[in-house]
């Protein structure tokens, strides 16, 4: 089993930064794709961006591509997510999540949110 917890969310204004962090812990040896999801009251959960933990490989949502950037810290069984010129449209509850993917790390795995384990959440909101 894997647990996640989910930190750093906040209020912020527009063109602001915020860093999110994802702890993992448990059986996390064999995890090999995490990812950043997010959903706003009313919209579909929507894929944020994802990392083939293997070998470090990123994939992004074209509305964060420029602006977010994903990063994993190995020793500390941590996930980060770096997210600049926040706009209001970012406002929305954040879920780490992690699965035991390989190879099918990417794109599609961050489209179809078919992982295994998931966070608690982390609000960020960003006013105008």
């Known amino acids: 089993q894997v647990g996640l917890v989910e930190s750093g969310g906040g209020s912020v204004q527009a063109g602001g930064s915020l860093r999110l962090s994802c702890a993992s812990y448990?059986?996390?040896?064999?995890?090999?794709?995490m990812g950043w999801f997010r959903q706003a009251p009313g919209k579909e959960r929507e894929g944020v961006a994802a990392?083939?933990?293997?070998?470090?490989?990123?994939y992004y949502a074209d509305s964060v591509k420029g602006r977010f950037t994903i990063s994993q810290d190995s020793a500390k069984n941590t996930l980060y997510l770096q997210m600049n010129s926040l706009k209001p449209e970012d406002t929305a509850m954040y879920y780490c999540a992690a699965d035991h993917a390989d190879k099918a790390c990417g794109l599609g795995l961050l489209t179809n949110g078919k992982f295994g384990y998931w966070g608690q959440g982390t609000q960020v909101t960003v006013s105008s």
């Open positions: 448990g059986y996390t040896y064999t995890i090999y794709c």
């Open positions: 990392i083939y933990t293997g070998g470090g490989r990123t």
